[in-house]
């Protein structure tokens, strides 16, 4: 994906001054019009509704632009295209699934902070589905979200999950935003993003208040075998599964119980249960939307370019409380908020000011 | 986690420099060969184990796919290339009589005698697992 910082129309003025001072900018805009690259023209939609009384309302906005390509069961990227974003729907489940859930969170993140897709500049959503044979995962590999089909043994699929559609493409998000490292604490707070992003998705696209909200991360990708609910729960982690192949669900909810392990990048998957469960914490004492305050201040943090790649989760926590006090002022209901939720989980130590 | 794996790690570091036919202290005439694969990462963050221990006539095809591999550049010690998210985590570890190797690997570097040898051990035996019934 290339993104122009000059805008090509704007290239083309420069090229043509004739002004003598211009000479070497329209010298240099020349060339960079004659270098071969792509410009992208960015979607974007109308919306209309009525408004009472009568009152007919245009709302302009950017648009989703998907492309889904089917990997065929091989494990080569990205596949065949299938869908692109005016194309009807296929038919395949999997393929129709993905182009939703792309949609739907598309839309989260423009209705709820006002960013237009994974980079905030209108970029191609890429998905690929049917990936390898019996796979049984869903990733970000850096530029596209691709989903395996599962082994029909523990997992059904993962593209009827909206959860997990957002959580990779939560992952494109954050890497846009200066990314956190994939490994120990950092790559922790990577995966709760992803998980407090999916959860804030699915809660949008159903319309429900944090009281109301399942909290979970993959309901509906398990087999009926298997003992458990979905992948991860941030109200309780440690919960979501204890079934007698796969074991128990091994998240922490707490500093006491973090989990040291040279696995999963260090526990990435694991010790997410502690600041996924300091978001729920916070969300749920503010009650109401949870993407709406609560929300906000992770998606503040996440993007005011302040966050180090490398932040664990005391850094990440005081980055918490920065931002709500930026945006609620100290002293708020919404600082106490945060400031308790990482309390709960030992993050903060109790009575400890950030 | 329910199975604890046949885990490696506390068998020491992998045995270096044996290209060729491992020099493996045989128990009444027999090489005992044993694989095994775990994976870990990956969206649900899972860890899976699968083991095979070949019998004695099935030695020598298991010998070749082990050393097909290329152990010395997947050392366990290294850091392992952070690209993207949920990718799937694997480490092997295969005995053949005393000697012992070791390897880690991302998922985007399971491919040809890797994956050859990981499918194997896939198909060969996957990890126990009780029968179930209807829920």
Known sequence: MTHAIVPPYLLARIAAAREPTWARAAHAARATLETPREYRTVRSRIRMSVEEPGTLVFEGGPAPDRTISDARHLENLPGVRVRGEDDPPTGDADVDEAFDGLGATFDFYWDAYGRSSIDGAGGELLATVHYGRDYDNAFWNGERMVFGDGDGEIFVGFTQSLTVVAHELAHGVTEYEGGLVYQGQSGALNESLSDVFGALTEQHHLGQSAEEATWLIGEGIFTPAVQGVALRSLAAPGTAYDDDVLGRDPQPAHMDDYVQTPDDNGGVHINSGIPNHAFYLTATALGGRAWERAGLIWYRTLTSGTLSPTSDFAAFARATVASAEAEYGEGSEEVDAVRAGWTGVGVFDDGTDA | ?135
């Open chain 2, 1 to 135: 986690m329910t199975e604890p794996t046949p885990d490696g790690r506390s068998q020491g570091g992998p045995e270096k420099g044996s290209q060729g036919e491992p020099d493996a202290p045989r128990r009444d005439g027999v090489i005992v060969v044993a694989v095994t694969v775990t994976r870990t990462g990956g969206f649900a963050g899972l860890r899976r184990t699968w083991h095979a221990e070949p019998d004695t006539a099935e030695a020598p095809q298991w010998i070749a796919l082990i050393d097909g591999c290329p152990w010395d550049a997947a050392d366990p010690a290294r850091d392992l290339a952070p690209i993207g998210a949920d990718r799937f985590v694997w480490h092997v570890d295969a005995r053949c009589g005393d000697a012992a190797r070791e390897a880690a690997l991302a998922d985007p570097e399971v491919q040809g005698p890797w994956r050859d040898l990981i499918d194997a051990v896939r198909a060969a035996k996957t990890e126990p697992r009780p029968p179930r019934t209807a829920r």
